[in-house]
């Protein structure tokens, strides 16, 4: 199975037949490609994942990013990835072609990270925070911000970083310390500190532009006094050159997984001679950084689909050539005359692999959706569409963060078991998928935090218009569905948990009602992964549709098996994974408080 890192096929099933992509590409904005271009676009894409980053994945594990000497030292593949990144167009893929990119519908540019990721999750992020960082700079910043530091960026010769996460405040962004003082030139001094910054320096980009939250002196209090900055690692000199802007890196963190995509910890201004540059209007960079923040959060969940999907491939891989054992025969008895069977026959083993293909392709339809969301949100021709699909896009959005790393991190743990003993050994990579993974459900914002954005804010939001928006995209598939003989009864289970959701948050909304919001948010987890399920049965619901219309018509673009594979997968999910609803529903609905903090001691230690 050389290069089999990921599954074309049903990406391509999920881009072309249940999304639609070519209604995209009838949008003005992306009018200038067409459905061969994008083929040939993610062609180039897989050749390239196949070429320079499946080969060194395995080696960026077992020879890790460290801080040596002031520096940070990483596998020396990043210089090419950077380059070709650069080349490629994969920098500037869904970036405005007046700013240099491609324009390409965020869809497809989702389709293209999740080649790489299945490939090589370790060294997507180098390129992808500095898309991101640029995309901000073009967005919010001043023509000279642009000019000045975007075109290298774009060409992979520059890298970019998110600066958040300070020493004492983690990801309370109210309580950051770094502080910007007005030069009297356009220019602040910067001085703080900032951890966990991925990708924030090594040898093989000659720049490095940091997006930086500070506040300025005398700002507001809280997270209305932050603004954002751009503060390179060397700032234009005024004679053509470029000099050294006081941006030390301070370490690297050694990592459970991803060890080969580097986490620093930066120092602004230990010498008094920072200097950054407000992107935008003062007081707004967290509005501003938000929106990297969401874009970064549909790439988290791209990740984490994408590293599902691996270690999917490679169990499903070993479980098809690894014998041992019998089944068991109709009368309870084996055969030990019989030679042993592929372990792929044995009903466990199907079940970790049928929970593995489901997490891993329903994560990748998530992830998708949103991205189409996104670019329908952006792009429509009707503004009342646009807005409909931008809250669409925010209620999504902590799902999108969360079921892929979190579910993710189950399926892969399957995965490892399928392989026994072996999974648990260097030698065979599905250690190294489970470690990787791990750290999805921390980016970016955890899941508690993802859990109170969806329950907190995104459900009640525009007054519940999201949550209804999203029921009558449910409810067409619902329709859609009992017109089959075969998925009637499917249907029927799903719009039976849509009333089950309206009853939790029916009981849920009682205590925001009474003023109780800490005991109204204290199962926000909880809530996350009912919603979340029920979400998910839709997505399979809606793909098993599709394919079931693909046979009736008889259409061969994929095999027969193929279309039959999703509609089983479909029914695996109902069964195993959307009647755990039913449990989730009783403890948000339980009476009981018993995580909120009172009079009484729990942690009790003799």
């Not at 293209?112 to 490939?119: L, N």
């Not at 599905?430 to 993974?437: E, K, M, S």
Request: glycine share 8%; charged share 20%; with cysteine.
């Amino acid at each position: 199975m050389a290069n089999k890192f990921v599954d074309l096929a049903t990406l391509k099933f999920i881009l072309n037949d249940v999304l639609d992509l070519n209604s995209l590409l009838e949008l003005d904005r992306f009018s200038d490609h067409d459905s061969e271009s994008i083929d040939m676009f993610l062609s180039s894409v897989f050749d390239f994942s196949a070429k320079e980053l499946y080969p060194c994945f395995r080696e960026m594990d077992e020879n890790p990013a460290h801080f040596k000497d002031g520096i940070i030292e990483v596998h020396p593949q990043v210089k090419t990835i950077m380059e070709q990144s650069g080349e490629l167009g994969l920098i500037s893929s869904f970036i405005s072609a007046e700013h240099g990119g491609l324009q390409l519908p965020l869809l497809v540019h989702t389709a293209a990270g999740f080649i790489q990721e299945c490939a090589n999750n370790h060294a997507v992020g180098y390129a992808g925070l500095t898309q991101g960082a640029a995309e901000l700079i073009l967005e919010f910043g001043a023509q000279e911000l642009k000019d000045t530091y975007t075109p290298k960026m774009l060409e992979g010769k520059w890298g970019g970083t998110m600066c958040l996460t300070e020493p004492d405040a983690g990801s309370s962004l109210s309580d950051l310390t770094t502080s910007a003082k007005p030069n009297g030139d356009g220019s602040y001094a910067i001085k703080g500190q900032k951890i966990f910054i991925s990708g924030g320096d090594h040898p093989y980009a000659s720049n490095f532009v940091h997006l930086l939250l500070a506040r300025i002196e005398g700002a507001p209090s809280g997270t209305k006094g932050i603004s954002l900055f751009v503060v390179p690692k060397f700032r234009p000199d005024g004679k053509g050159d470029y000099e050294s802007n006081d941006v030390i890196t301070g370490g690297d963190y050694q990592k459970l997984g991803q060890k080969g995509y580097c986490t620093t910890h930066l120092v602004f201004g230990e010498n008094d001679n920072c200097q950054g540059w407000v992107v935008g209007a003062e007081n707004m960079g967290l509005k501003y950084m938000f929106k990297m923040m969401n874009g970064a959060r549909i790439a988290v969940g791209r990740g984490g689909a994408s590293i599902a999907t691996a270690a999917y491939l490679a169990s499903l891989e070993y479980a098809q050539e690894r014998p041992q054992g019998r089944r068991v025969s109709d009368h309870g008895k084996k055969n030990a005359n019989e030679k042993p069977t592929l372990i792929i026959n044995h009903p466990d083993v199907r079940r970790m692999l049928l929970l593995q293909k489901c997490v891993s392709e329903g994560s990748l339809y998530l992830v998708a959706l949103a991205s189409k969301y996104y670019d329908l949100s952006i792009a429509h021709s009707d503004e009342a569409e646009r807005e409909k699909y931008h809250l669409l896009l925010e209620l999504l959005t902590p799902i999108v963060k969360t079921y892929p790393a979190e579910m993710g991190s189950e399926s892969v743990s399957n995965g490892l078991q399928v392989l026994g003993g072996y999974g648990f050994c260097s030698e065979f990579v599905l250690q190294q998928y489970y470690r990787d993974i791990r750290i999805f459900s921390i980016y970016e914002g955890t899941t508690g935090i993802q859990s109170m954005d969806l329950l907190g804010r995104k459900v009640t939001m525009a007054n519940g218009q999201a949550l209804q928006h999203l029921s009558g995209e449910v409810m067409q598939t619902i329709s859609k569905a009992l017109d089959i003989s075969e998925l009637k009864s499917y249907a029927d289970k799903l719009a039976l948990n849509l009333q089950t959701t309206q009853k939790v948050l029916g009981h849920l909304s009682g205590f925001a009602q009474n003023g109780e919001y800490e005991r109204y948010l204290a199962d926000a987890n909880m809530f996350m992964e009912f919603f979340s399920k029920i979400v998910m049965a839709w997505l399979w619901l809606d793909m098993a549709v599709v394919a079931k219309h693909a046979l009736i018509k008889g259409d061969k673009t994929y095999s027969e098996e193929f279309y039959e594979a999703k509609i089983h997968a479909m029914k695996f999910y109902f069964k195993y994974e959307l009647t755990k609803t039913l449990s989730l529903s009783k403890i948000l609905m339980d009476e009981d408080s018993l995580t909120i903090v009172d009079e009484k001691e729990v942690f009790v230690v003799k």
